[in-house]
């Protein structure tokens, strides 16, 4: 028996994702060169779909690389100067924050506790501050900020460079990309895809700090650097060997979200998520660990366990469910339910029943 | 109908590659976290699997990155402070001088043209220079190096890290890894995989240099720096969400060779490998590229295409088989074929007699 992965990631795959790896195989994709027409075109038809899907504006870019972690780098690496700041709530964002650190820029820290967020729109960032990070989705807490919330942070910083963290959360989350300059996610969580592969989304203002950078001699050079993803994006192909199977994966499934509707795709979402939190709010051993309402997480759903998550996550594993564990510190404490956009509402409603049913 | 591809890379999926695949889907390898019990066991018994085909000795390290082109970019961060020197004949070695320049190194360019090779024997390398790149096989012209030169420049420079791209030629090439302090390779080239991961083998040497460098404040700090690398090595991790499906198809693939026997393995390269210089040498509109024999490589042949090879490649194509084009400055003049472990002796008779066959 095969089981159902409501892990944040790597997840169950979306459900069409098993019949596009055996067309892959049938059509030579895993065997052709990434410097031929053929791939040319499957780059290029991944991206269009993908710009398609998330209502990317002109002057929007789409890059590869191998992880959301590389990004963390190279925008630290390519965009900052010296100056940073992040909004900090959890495992992830704090990671940004720690390459940026470690990478030698003043990477100012503005950290609330996890599980809770910032206030952005009161929010007072120093005149110096180049690129601003935030994780619109804290994988690790399930801790999600409200896209007016960061739309507001931008009319107040409009000079700043914003970066937004939305590794688990696209394309569920629907935002105006006028309001942010960069923003990157694995294809492993909603996408539902094999795990190897980021999409790095970067707008021209990036483009002109990275180059701004590069005339000053301050610019770190290397292959994935920003100038460098974008010189071959702009051919329609990546600066090496790509994961070929997941960029041509992630074309498929892309096409299929846009055959099924993405407003279908996010009501499914929220009613799924509904059915979570419900399950959250109501069960007595389970207590929601983001207690504000609207910053629940739509993709993530996280709850303490009273008496530990152990006893409870071995019975949905021997029911053929597998649902995430707590992270990091939170590991035997918490359980973490992803609801990406392969799991059905049937598969939901029948994890909500399990957990009902189970005596732990 | 399904083509051969005898391209250079990616190339053919071993044959048992995509049994592997189905398998990977069916037992759920893709939707496993990276930090599960049963991720770290695929990871060890790879890591395992690789050590013992290539008979690597203690105190030798495997770590993955996304791909080669990652691997000169950590070397020249995090083992070099200033000084490289790069033996140089062809795109790929001048490109790891390249990436050494580019971040800053002061990095000794010594080029010969492109299908000859150097005198490994008679180099004499500066004092001050700290770490040694050479490409073993040098995938763009089909120019490899003898091991014995490689041995004997390391007894002439036993203080020097010698770093060694055997991205094409692993596992054929069989090395003395005593004689070497770091050496990489490519996935989709002779293992047959889906191109997306890179593998990083270094010694303790490598990390006594990293951690020298660190100490002094000149260490490059970054996930995939290369004690990040081997911090998480050492717990059959990765330092970050890594292609998951590949590391477990090599250690399929590998287990698959070790099965076969790397001995026979390397018999059968060696058959191939004179079919494809005697059909260079016999036939009168192919012209080897390498002329000096003992630098022609075993896994890659490269030929001249007399009135060029544009007809050529396109009649093979149509029955079915496709080579590899000439790399950068010579597409359209050679013709590249790869004689990797999943080409089978009957496949490469067959590419042979069909290419006598033809008229171009």
């Given amino acids: 028996m095969n089981k159902i992965f409501f892990t944040p990631g790597p997840s169950a ?22 410097r031929s027409k053929q791939y040319v075109s499957i ?16 002057g929007y870019h789409i890059g590869f690389t191998s992880s959301a972690t590389e990004v963390w780098e190279r925008i630290s ?5 010296q100056n940073s700041y992040h909004f900090v709530n959890g495992s992830f964002s704090e990671k940004f924050h720690q390459a940026a650190q470690d990478l030698g820029k003043n990477a100012i820290l503005d950290q609330v506790k996890p599980g809770s967020n910032h206030d952005l729109i009161a929010a007072v960032i120093p005149d110096n501050v180049e690129l601003i990070g935030l994780a619109q989705n804290e ?14 942070l931008k009319r107040n910083n409009p000079n700043k460079l914003l970066a937004v963290d939305s590794v688990s959360s696209l394309p569920i989350t629907k935002y105006d990309f006028s309001m942010l300059d960069t923003l990157y996610f694995s294809v492993q969580k909603c996408f539902g895809l094999p ?52 960029i041509y994966l992630l074309g498929q499934v892309v096409k299929d979200m846009l055959n099924k509707g993405i407003d279908q795709i996010r009501q499914e979402a929220a009613y799924k998520s509904a059915l979570i939190y419900n399950l959250f709010d109501t069960h007595e051993k389970l207590t929601p660990f983001v207690t504000e309402k609207k910053f629940r997480s739509v993709t993530i759903g996280v709850a303490e366990v009273t008496g530990g998550a152990e006893k409870l996550m ?11 564990s707590g992270y990091s510190q939170f590991k035997g404490k918490h359980i973490r339910i992803a609801n990406f956009p392969t799991h059905s509402k049937e598969q939901m409603e029948m994890l909500v029943d399990s957990i009902n049913g189970i005596d732990f």
Same sequence: chains 1, 2.
Avoid: R
């Fill in 13 to 34: 795959l979306y459900f069409t994702a098993e019949q596009h790896i055996k067309n892959a195989i049938k059509n030579d994709i895993l065997s052709i060169s990434h």
């Fill in 43 to 58: 780059h290029q038809e991944t991206v269009e779909s993908l710009k398609k899907l998330l209502n990317l504006p002109d």
């Fill in 77 to 81: 690496e390519n965009l900052i100067d």
């Fill in 139 to 152: 994988t690790s807490t399930g801790a999600m900020l409200p896209v007016a919330d960061i739309e507001a």
């Fill in 195 to 246: 795990s190897g592969l980021g999409v790095w989304i970067y707008n021209d203002k990036c483009l002109e700090k990275a180059q701004k950078l590069k005339e000053a001699g301050k610019y770190h050079n290397t292959y994935n650097s920003l100038l460098s993803i974008d010189k071959f994006a702009q051919k329609h192909q990546t600066s090496c060997t790509p994961n070929v199977l997941n």
């Fill in 314 to 324: 071995s019975a949905l594993s021997d029911k053929g469910m597998n649902v995430g």
